[in-house]
């Protein structure tokens, strides 16, 4: 039997969070590779992440609850979409959902206090404060981006340039802003995660539209939509291979970070002619993590500062990648052979009734 806890826990949409855990060490990472003489400082790096993963999960948090409306229209969800599905099925009221939100965000805004106390760093200080004003804006009040066709928008803000931001900035607090290594490699990531967003919001245009949640695909239509999502694959990778051609990116890093693109590019053609295709969300969102995490990987191996000590710590997201890609692939397999049969099912039932 599962208990409170345990839905507590689903609510959070926890199989997301490991995106915050692969470009937070992005950011510390190229802060690291950067600055030789800086020493690396494990306490901080986990500290800061905790409080990254916060932020994720309490966004997910006030999602469930200011979406549930829109989720409890969803008749077609997926193990990507329409929500966690606790509030739905009456497991806890949403009033829990809204409460441990504003949990969470007081926990990490006390933890941003103490810890601009102990390290004096104002820029990583005020980065974490930023993340929990967006990602709480995500879908509450007074910003509700996601409501105003900016959802897609606010996640790049927040998980593809603050989050690995406050990274580079908890390890060097002199380079407030990051540095050209960082940016080659955050550039090329946000098209990515911005038509993945697209991607996810395509698979519940239908209920966000009867429930009044104008989201940008919403807002373009899904024609329109399937265009921009082409089109940003495409510019990704053309400024991926203009950094590389104008020497911002390590021959290391380049190769590495098209090691997805196939992933993407196939996406385009799955995206145009089946939008609402059951597994689009899944290919989408393994396309956009594991760009972030080959963008990791060459950091790590490009040439100038090595790994020691503790820094070693760095290619922990990495290993749990490659673990849990595969746990979540069997996940999505499972899910889309039950979908399959189902619809089976529905269209026997019709052929019947005709």
Known sequence: MTTPLEHMFRLGRPKFLMYSNVIYTVGVAAAYKSNPTLPFNLGSYIWVCLLVHAIHAMTHYFNEYYDFEADCANKNPSPWTGGSRVLVEGKLKPKVSLLIGRLISLIVLSNAAIYYGITGNVPATMTIVLGVIFGHGYSAWPLSTSRRGLGEASVCLVLNILVPLVGYQSHDPSSPFGNSLLWAILLPLVPIQFVRMM????????????????????????????????????????????????????????????????????????????????????????????????????????????????????????????????????????????????????????????
């Open 199 to 354: 991607v996810m919001n395509m698979a519940d245009l239908e209920p966000d539209k009867i429930t009044g949640k104008l989201t940008l695909v919403a807002r373009l239509g899904m024609q329109l939509s399937c265009i921009v999502h082409g089109i940003g694959i495409v510019f990704a990778y053309i400024l991926h291979i203009w950094l590389y051609v104008y020497g911002y990116l390590s021959t290391t890093t380049f190769l590495l970070m098209l090691i997805p693109a196939p992933i993407g590019l196939r996406q385009i053609p799955n995206v145009f002619i089946r939008p609402w295709k059951f597994d689009n969300p899944f290919w989408s969102s393994q396309h956009n993590i594991l760009s972030m995490a080959m963008a990791l990987a060459g950091i790590l191996l490009s040439g100038g500062r090595p790994l020691s000590g503790t820094s070693w710590a760095l290619i922990f997201p990495l290993a749990l990648i490659s673990i849990s890609v595969l746990v979540l692939f069997k996940k999505i397999v499972d899910a889309a052979k039950a979908h399959e049969s189902f619809n089976k099912r529905q269209s026997t039932v019709f052929a019947r009734e005709e």
